[in-house]
C-alpha cells in the first residue's frame, strides 16, 4: 500500500505557490506604479522593490520545498520529513504586512 497519493498533488501544490509569488511580483509592480504618483514621494517604491523580492524568495523556496516534499514522498525508508510551515508562515506574516501599508495608505491620502 502506498503511504501517499502518487498522484499530481506535490506538482499542484509548487504550482500553487508559483502562482502566488507570481500573485505578489504583479501586486508590487503596480505599487511601484501607484504608489508614488498617489502618495507623492519616489521612497514609496521601495515597497515595490521589496515585494518583487519578496515574491522571488518565495518562488525559490517553493521550488525547494517541492523538491525536499518529493524526496521525503519517495524515501522509502523514512528518514527525510515532509517541509514544515515556514512558507506558509511568512506568506501570512507578508500579507498582514501588505495590508497594514495599504491600510496606512489610504488613512495618508484621505486625512486632511
Avoid at 498522484?7 to 504550482?15: C, N
Amino acid at each position: 500500500m502506498a503511504l501517499y497519493d502518487p498522484g499530481l498533488q506535490p506538482e499542484r501544490t509548487e504550482l500553487a505557490w508559483r502562482r502566488t509569488a507570481l500573485a505578489i511580483a504583479v501586486g508590487s509592480l503596480v505599487s511601484m506604479r501607484v504608489l508614488p504618483v498617489m502618495l507623492g514621494s519616489a521612497l514609496w517604491m521601495l515597497l515595490g522593490v521589496a515585494g518583487m523580492i519578496i515574491a522571488a524568495l518565495m518562488w525559490l523556496a517553493a521550488r525547494a520545498r517541492y523538491r525536499s516534499g518529493y524526496r521525503a514522498l519517495h524515501d522509502n525508508e523514512g528518514k527525510v520529513a515532509l517541509p514544515d510551515g515556514s512558507l506558509i508562515a511568512v506568506t501570512a506574516l507578508f500579507s498582514i504586512g501588505v495590508g497594514l501599508v495599504a491600510l496606512a495608505a489610504v488613512i495618508v491620502t484621505v486625512a486632511p
